[in-house]
């Protein structure tokens, strides 16, 4: 199956930008565990993003379990990031410092 081969790459730049050393996790992840694994910077992740044309929300995992339904321009709760941009494939989060990419859930 080449899906697992795709998600690879992903999943190691994921566990890079959470200070996790990529070397000594073994790959490929399923979804169960990466579920566990610290998030970056106590950084959210994407548990869905719905709407239409520029109406897009997105609904985030926070760093403690709790979910938070955002839309661009709003703050992310608990973090100095806000969301600067939704796609129909994409959360896009700054600080003024830092821009990032969320992961999904």
């Known amino acids: 199956m080449i899906l697992p081969l795709l998600r690879q790459p992903r999943i190691q730049r994921e566990l890079e930008e959470s200070g996790i050393d ?3 996790a073994n ?3 399923t979804g169960r565990e990466l579920a566990i694994l610290p998030r970056a910077g106590g950084l959210p992740s994407v548990e869905e993003i719905y709407g239409s044309g520029k109406q897009l929300m997105a609904r985030l995992v926070l760093s403690d379990g709790k979910r938070a339904e955002l839309r661009q321009g709003e703050q992310i709760p608990g973090t100095r990031f806000w969301v600067e ?3 129909a494939r994409a959360v896009r989060v700054a600080d003024g410092n830092d821009k990032r990419t969320l992961a999904f859930y």
């Open 22 to 24: 990529a070397r000594t």
């Open 27 to 29: 790959l490929p992840l």
């Open 85 to 87: 941009a939704i796609s």
